[in-house]
């Protein structure tokens, strides 16, 4: 006798199973790559000249702050150093953080 939903079960499961994909990034697929990663460079080096203007006019405004018992200005000066130098951090490592997440997902 046909029964739809039993066959329903078990043939779904079948179809929904991965197939063996393997798909690697590919560095000569699309024009303007190279265009790209220059593009991509030269953010990096921005972000990381920007992070120690950052860092500088922080530790400038901290300077004040403490020297002209204002804590509040000082407290902003500790704030914007520990955010530009998490900044230089994330421009400086960004790259390996990439590869690291790229090669987790690669093992999933």
């Given amino acids: 006798m046909f029964d739809l939903a039993t066959d329903f079960l078990t043939a779904v499961p079948a179809a929904l199973a991965p197939m063996n994909i393997d798909i690697n990034p590919n560095d000569s697929g699309l024009p303007g ?11 990096m080096t921005v972000g990381l000249i920007l992070s120690v203007l950052a860092l500088i006019v922080s530790a400038i ?7 002209s ?22 421009c400086g490592a ?4 990439i590869n690291f997440f790229w090669n987790v997902g690669q093992q999933v």
């Fill in 33 to 43: 790559i190279a265009q790209l990663r220059t593009i991509v460079g030269a953010v």
């Fill in 69 to 90: 018992s204002n804590p509040h200005l000082a407290s902003r000066g500790k704030v914007g150093v520990l955010v530009s130098c998490g900044a230089a951090i994330l």
């Fill in 94 to 97: 960004s790259v390996t953080l």
């Fill in 61 to 67: 405004v901290w300077g004040f702050g403490a020297n």
